[in-house]
């Protein structure tokens, strides 16, 4: 449900709440100005300096004595060279101390699809709400994030059945086809599928946790989008298919989710013995 937002320091909230607005006015989505407000708030709160007092050094031991995943690295460095760029250019300071951030380097993680035993299991324990929630993200491919935004009024009549208009990130709208008893339970809703304690629909952060509570450790709502992706690609053989449907701008982007079906890896086994 809806969370309580932490402010900046009062140093940084008008410069903060400024560079918000000129990401909302660049187009950002919503969620995508959401995360860099948490980022640039946990920032200006770890640095205890106000914004025009933070150098090149404050900005590289703040992020060398934080233990993230690459990236979460990556994001908090994107959001404070994006906060001090814009802070430049709007005059308010002369320079901009996070230029010389050294550039985080993201291992290439290698596709995690989550074993169809897991998902059955994780269905059966499921309530109804939960199981829409799973089959969203293992059978159409849904980031939790959208997910979390699924409305009635996005189900469409297509050829061949129902489809999910979707919004993802960077406010890109894509197409993926439902099976009928989810598109008949969207349709019927009558709004929000995930309404919020205080309005709208629920932060992406219930979706997963309600997904990861029902999966075995290790295994949460992005290895079910993994899964989807992997099953397509074995249906279909086509990469670009599958980019499309997971809304991905790159094939290698896409090649990071799809792991190599096993009937293929058989064969190729089969191929090499000797004898055989």
Not at 11 to 34: H, Q
Not at 101 to 125: E, N, Q, T
Not at 234 to 259: K, M, N, P
Request: aromatic fraction near 6%; hydrophobic fraction near 35%; proline fraction near 6%.
């Amino acid at each position: 449900m809806g969370m309580k937002r932490t402010p900046p320091p009062a140093s940084w909230a008008e410069d903060i709440n400024d560079w918000l607005e000129s990401l909302k006015a660049a187009g950002l989505s919503d969620e995508t100005v959401r995360c860099r407000r948490c980022k640039m708030t946990k920032a200006a709160r770890d640095l205890a300096k106000t914004p025009l007092e933070v150098t090149t050094d404050d900005l590289v031991h703040w992020m060398a004595g934080q233990n993230w995943k690459p990236e979460s690295r990556k994001g908090y460095r994107n959001t404070v060279h994006s906060f001090y760029a814009w802070m430049r250019t709007a005059g308010r300071r002369a320079d901009d101390p996070s230029d010389m951030l050294p550039k985080v380097r993201r291992p290439k993680p290698k596709p995690r699809p989550c074993p169809d035993r897991y998902i059955i299991g994780a269905l059966g324990k499921a309530t109804e709400l939960e199981k829409i929630m799973i089959r969203l993200a293992a059978e159409c491919g849904l980031r939790r994030g959208e997910i979390a935004k699924v409305h009635s009024r996005d189900v469409m009549d297509d050829l061949l059945g129902k489809s999910l208009i979707i919004t993802g990130k960077g406010d890109k709208q894509r197409i993926v086809p439902l099976p009928d008893d989810l598109a008949d339970y969207i349709e019927h809703c009558g709004g929000w599928l995930l309404p919020g304690r205080w309005g709208g629909h629920v932060e992406q952060s219930y979706v997963n946790r309600h997904i990861s509570k029902l999966l075995p450790a290790g295994w949460g709502c992005h290895s079910l989008r993994h899964r989807y992706a992997t099953k397509t690609y074995e249906q279909t053989h086509d990469l670009f298919l599958v980019a499309r449907l997971l809304g991905h701008a790159s094939v290698e982007t896409t090649q990071i989710y799809v792991a190599m079906p096993d009937s293929r890896l058989r064969e190729a086994l089969d191929a090499v013995i000797l004898g055989a």
